[in-house]
């Protein structure tokens, strides 16, 4: 005889709460090691007050002392410490990188949106725009547009959003002529909807996943651009520290190897982070993906 207040096996198992699990995408080493690393950087940038042990710009220590216990990253040729100097890049690479790719997907997208939902000569006057900028070498061009806005870190940062957005608004106006003509969103324009609604509603909610896709993968190319100008003198000025004119700064003192390695390695790992989250989140997203790889887990 069951005693009361005491449930059957069966409820017990049906009332227990559920673990939430990651999809299979996410607990691959790529995607883990990419989701420590980015993590960890981003920790640094926010925490680099706190966590590094000298000022980035005062200049009283041994000049191009090797690393050690005293300096981890050595110091360069004008006795700075090389590792605050790193961690304080972090506060101004990342942060820049991820609003220049947010500027990207805002500003590419809206208008490949509205190229490809309203066509005709809208479509056409931005899509040739956008080959217009294709139709030149990408470094080439940012080059070109920082040289001709003056040597500065926003000018380098605007350059690269002069020749970032384009992508997002071809890969945009493609999917938006995919979902533009299906059902749900013909009904919507039947039932009185008008285009703004319908675009905001209907068609870009499903075709947020791709971009958000490739605005992850491109983080990487980005932060290259933004270093690639600062490292030609068209970016970041010093002593301000930046990843990509530090590197520039130890080519100077080549032989003294750790001025230009250490900042060159932080550019690497971040790269690396986000090109495996990219990875990770084109593999969740993509539902024939998701599956393959849940059933090789299997």
Do not use: C
């Not at 003198?233 to 530090?246: F, H, I, R, T």
């Amino acid at each position: 005889m069951k005693r009361p207040g005491v449930l059957d096996p069966e409820r017990r198992a049906e009332i227990r709460p559920r673990r939430v699990r990651l999809p299979e995408a996410w607990r691959r080493p790529l995607a883990v090691a990419g989701g420590v690393i980015a993590l960890v950087w981003i920790v640094i940038a926010v925490a680099a007050p706190l966590l590094a042990p000298h000022d980035p710009l005062a200049q009283d220590l041994p000049r191009l002392a090797p690393p050690g216990a005293g300096h981890w990253f050595g110091t360069d040729q004008l006795g700075r410490d090389i590792l605050s100097r790193v961690m304080y890049g972090a506060r101004v690479s990342i942060p820049l990188t991820l609003l220049l790719v947010a500027l990207s997907v805002l500003i590419g997208g809206l208008l490949g949106a509205a190229a490809g939902y309203f066509g005709r000569w809208v479509g056409e006057t931005i899509m040739r725009v956008a080959d217009l900028v294709f139709a030149f070498p990408t470094v080439i061009l940012a080059m070109v547009v920082a040289a001709a806005l003056g040597a500065s870190l926003a000018n380098a940062v605007l350059a690269v959003l002069v020749v970032a957005w384009p992508s997002y608004a071809r890969v945009t106006r493609g999917l938006v002529l995919g979902v533009r003509e299906r059902e749900f969103v013909l009904s919507g324009r039947l039932l009185g909807f008008s285009a703004w609604r319908s675009l905001r509603v209907d068609v870009l909610p499903n075709v947020t996943g791709p971009i958000m896709v490739l605005a992850t993968l491109d983080i990487g190319t980005a932060l290259l651009l933004l270093s690639g100008l600062s490292f030609l003198g068209l970016g970041a000025k010093p002593p301000s520290p930046e990843w990509g004119a530090m590197v520039a700064s130890g080519v100077e003192v080549f032989d003294s190897w750790w001025v230009a390695t250490f900042p060159g390695l932080a550019i690497l790992t971040v790269v690396l982070a986000f090109n495996f989250l990219g990875d990770s989140l084109r593999d969740a997203l993509d539902p024939r993906t998701a599956r393959a790889i849940k059933e090789r887990a299997l």
